[in-house]
């Protein structure tokens, strides 16, 4: 009888369990289901639970009422805003960028814009076609993750003043929570805008005495930057919801104050950001870098078309490890294909810049930076090419890691390549291996693909090429009548990096600056700023008067990983 009891004993609580499993089941996939929403931008509304409904918006006349809902914790999973909220107050839309003559009688307007206001973990789902909008992300002390989905979005900020996408945290280092865009396959995805800057994040309590900072004639700068210092009290400052960013020495001129926030890119984010997905995404900035992140930025998961055209990086990790020893800055490229070309008409620009370490994974990457004093790849820890096919262009170079995987060549030319110059390289039988005709002036070209094997090959400029052409680059040359043949003077390390890192002088000599220092400076010294100074051509590498050097030896030997050629310039006999 004892028997039977514990075995009927058990049996229900087996039914038991089972109906708490499947109850339990079934409460997990509802929580996901509530979680993935398909988000239609243009007619502001979503599908939940298989019904469609409005998207709630406060415009700032119900500043207060979204604010009260904030406070209260009572806003939705994604709502819209006419502002974008900073924990604190509405953005105001002028910042230092904006500086004029007076700039204190101009009055601060309310930034007014769609914000599409993300604020819980789940799978965001975005479809359609907007202008004067932009996506916010708030990651703050979230722990599930969030998946924001492109299908056929096409997104125009309609000003240069804030990110398309901003995803932004307090904390730069916070790894709980994770943010990927991924991109819907077979669609087609467009960005569209430029950054935001809020400076003045010196306390109210605190101004009187930050005046004092300013001396000579930093002084007058000070008092006709007034209406943007003490934004803020202390307390203030404690519930920004974004990431501030201490300046550093070199950046303290025009009296900008030391404290501020900013996001500098079309996609700017305070933490990790990841891309993924076989669609394509352009993106095409008004204002600063394309995609920008102060932790580590992993574009693509082997596969994805990326395009961006950007007013300064079109890829930056932007968190110096030297002010920051728990940085993440790393930068990962895993991609179909990623085009990635500074804007001529820049002030400057690296086409692709890591201020961790830079790893090529797998892809086709076209990488053309800013002339003048700017390289297609830039790391500050190394750059790894262990796949793919690269080619990247600039009048810098900064040291690619022979520890890379894939084999690669860089010709540092004699002379600078003009605009609409071709350059083919061939193997020893003269067969075409790539071909690339500039849009821009250039200085060095690296070239990367598993095509490179170890043995000789010729190069040319100029001739006629025929075949399909991305961005000036040919790899599957139909045919190829020869141009004028090119040669190299010497083999060996070569390059010049004066923003950082170590830089290496065609010569030989070391032009890396000096290390910045660990702390920022006392603030209770002189805060006048240094002179700016302009870029003159005794910081340049003087290619000018190479054209001359006799370049003889036209056997471009690739031995190994690393192949560094100097002093590229039309052959001459010896």
Not at 80 to 92: A, I, M, N, P, Q
Not at 354 to 373: D, F, P, Y
Request: some cysteine; aromatic content about 8%.
């Amino acid at each position: 009888m004892k028997n039977k009891i514990i075995i009927t004993l058990g049996l229900i609580l087996i039914i038991i369990g089972g109906v708490l499993f499947f109850i339990n089941k079934n409460t997990t996939e509802e929580i996901v289901k509530l979680q993935e929403l398909n988000i239609n931008l243009q007619e502001l509304k979503y599908e939940k639970e298989e019904k469609e409904e409005s998207l709630k918006k406060y415009t700032i006349d119900e500043f207060e009422t979204f604010k009260k809902d904030y406070e209260e914790n009572n806003l939705p999973d994604i709502y819209l805003t006419e502002f974008l909220f900073d924990g604190v107050s509405t953005y105001k839309t002028y910042d230092l960028d904006d500086y004029v003559e007076g700039g204190n009688d101009i009055e601060q307007e309310t930034f007014k814009i769609n914000v599409y206001n993300i604020n819980k973990e789940g799978i965001y789902k975005l479809t359609g076609e907007v202008e004067n909008s932009m996506i916010a992300v708030n990651s703050n002390n979230l722990e599930g993750d969030i998946e924001i989905v492109l299908n056929n979005v096409k997104l125009d900020t309609g000003s240069k003043k804030v990110p398309a996408i901003y995803v932004y945290n307090k904390d730069i280092t916070y790894t709980t929570h994770k943010v990927t865009i991924s991109l819907e396959k077979d669609t087609e995805n467009y960005l569209e805008g430029g950054k935001l800057k809020k400076i003045s994040l010196i306390p109210k309590e605190d101004l009187d005495n930050y005046q004092e900072k300013y001396q000579n004639d930093a002084s007058k700068w000070y008092q006709d930057y007034t209406n943007y210092y003490g934004i803020y009290s202390n307390s203030e400052i404690e519930n920004i919801l974004f990431a501030k960013v201490t300046a550093d020495e070199e950046d303290l001129q025009d009296a900008d104050p030391v404290y501020y926030y900013k996001a500098s890119g079309v996609i700017s984010s305070d933490i990790d950001l990841y891309f993924k997905g076989e669609g394509s995404l352009e993106v095409k900035s008004k204002n600063k870098e394309g995609i920008e992140t102060k932790g580590n930025l992993s574009l693509g998961d082997g596969k994805g078309i990326y395009k961006i055209n950007s007013e300064d990086d079109c890829l930056n990790t932007t968190t110096d490890s030297k002010e920051n020893t728990s940085a993440r800055n790393d930068l990962t490229i895993n991609v179909e294909k990623l085009i990635a070309i500074v804007s001529t008409e820049a002030d400057e620009g690296d086409a692709i810049d890591s201020n961790g370490t830079l790893t090529i994974e797998n892809g086709l990457v076209v990488a053309l930076a800013k002339e003048g004093q700017d390289a297609g790849l830039d790391s500050n820890n190394g750059t790894y090419i262990n796949g793919g096919t690269v080619i990247a262009t600039g009048d810098m170079y900064d040291e690619i890691n022979s520890n890379s995987k894939e084999r690669f060549l860089v010709l540092n030319f004699g002379s600078k390549i003009e605009k609409d110059t071709i350059i083919v390289l061939t193997d020893e039988t003269d067969t075409p291996v790539f071909s690339y005709k500039t849009d821009r002036e250039y200085t060095n070209l690296v070239y990367a693909s598993s095509k490179l094997e170890e043995k000789t090959y010729h190069l040319y400029k100029n001739g006629e090429v025929v075949g399909i052409e991305i961005e000036g680059y040919i790899d599957n040359i139909e045919s190829y009548t020869k141009g004028e043949t090119i040669a190299y003077t010497s083999k060996g390390t070569t390059g010049i990096k004066p923003q950082g890192g170590d830089g290496i002088r065609p010569d030989g000599g070391n032009t890396a600056p000096p290390d910045k220092p660990d702390e920022m400076p006392n603030m209770s010294g002189d805060m006048t700023p240094p002179e700016k100074k302009d870029m003159d051509n005794n910081q340049m590498p003087n290619n000018e008067n190479k054209e001359n050097v006799n370049a003889t030896n036209k056997d471009f030997i690739i031995e190994g990983i690393a192949n560094v050629f100097n002093g590229v310039a039309t052959y001459k006999e010896a």
